[in-house]
């Protein structure tokens, strides 16, 4: 039987929500959130792709994960099932190694012009990563995290 492993981050970041949400539905964005331990491709057939600009509900293709930015290690056949421009976005997934992937990012105003950034994360292992479970949880936890740290670092270094 599948087992499901949740887990939410928050974090205030030192820019407007229109700031961040410019920079977080960006490969340039996102890749520089994974870095320097991993990058995401693009899925072929799409350049110019940002998550504002996706079809809802449809599946893009397929985004390879690279260790290190180099070494192609995973997939996400990433689809965006929910998008609120300039808000959320609803990713809703498998991946080579997740039966499951749901990553719901939120970009909410919060004081003094900041920004509340939360990312809640569902995922499914498939079964040969299912007694992974746990240390996958919590090794993305330190990942989303660490994603978090260099969003912020980003908009501290204007």
Same mark, same amino acid.
Not at 12 to 30: D, L
Not at 123 to 149: I, Q, S, V, Y
């Given at each position: 039987?599948?087992? *499901?492993?949740?887990?939410?981050?928050?974090?205030?970041?030192?820019?407007?929500?229109?700031?961040?949400?410019?920079?977080?539905?960006?490969?340039?964005? &996102?890749?520089?959130?994974?870095?320097?331990?991993?990058?995401?491709?693009?899925?072929?057939?799409?350049?110019? $792709? *940002? &998550?504002?600009?996706?079809?809802?509900?449809?599946?893009?293709?397929?985004?390879?994960?690279?260790?290190?930015?180099?070494?192609?290690?995973?997939?996400?056949?990433?689809? &965006?099932?929910?998008?609120?421009?300039?808000?959320?976005?609803?990713?809703?997934? *498998?991946?080579?190694?997740?039966?499951?992937?749901?990553?719901?990012?939120?970009?909410?105003?919060?004081?003094?012009?900041?920004? $509340?950034?939360?990312? @809640? &994360?569902?995922?499914?292992?498939?079964?040969?990563? *299912?007694?992974?479970?746990? $240390?996958? @949880?919590?090794?993305?936890?330190?990942?989303?995290?660490?994603?978090?740290?260099?969003?912020?670092?980003?908009?501290?270094?204007?």
């Amino acid at each position: 039987m599948a087992h *499901t492993w949740t887990f939410t981050h928050r974090s205030e970041i030192a820019a407007s929500p229109c700031e961040v949400w410019n920079r977080v539905v960006t490969p340039e964005g &996102i890749n520089d959130e994974l870095h320097p331990w991993l990058s995401m491709s693009v899925p072929r057939g799409h350049p110019n $792709l *940002t &998550i504002d600009t996706v079809s809802v509900g449809v599946p893009l293709g397929r985004a390879w994960l690279r260790l290190f930015g180099l070494v192609p290690f995973d997939y996400d056949l990433l689809t &965006i099932a929910v998008l609120e421009p300039g808000r959320r976005f609803r990713e809703e997934s *498998t991946m080579a190694s997740m039966r499951a992937w749901v990553h719901d990012r939120t970009v909410e105003p919060a004081s003094s012009g900041s920004t $509340l950034v939360t990312d @809640r &994360i569902s995922m499914t292992p498939r079964m040969l990563l *299912t007694p992974a479970g746990p $240390l996958l @949880r919590r090794t993305l936890e330190a990942f989303f995290a660490h994603r978090h740290r260099r969003l912020a670092a980003h908009f501290a270094a204007r």
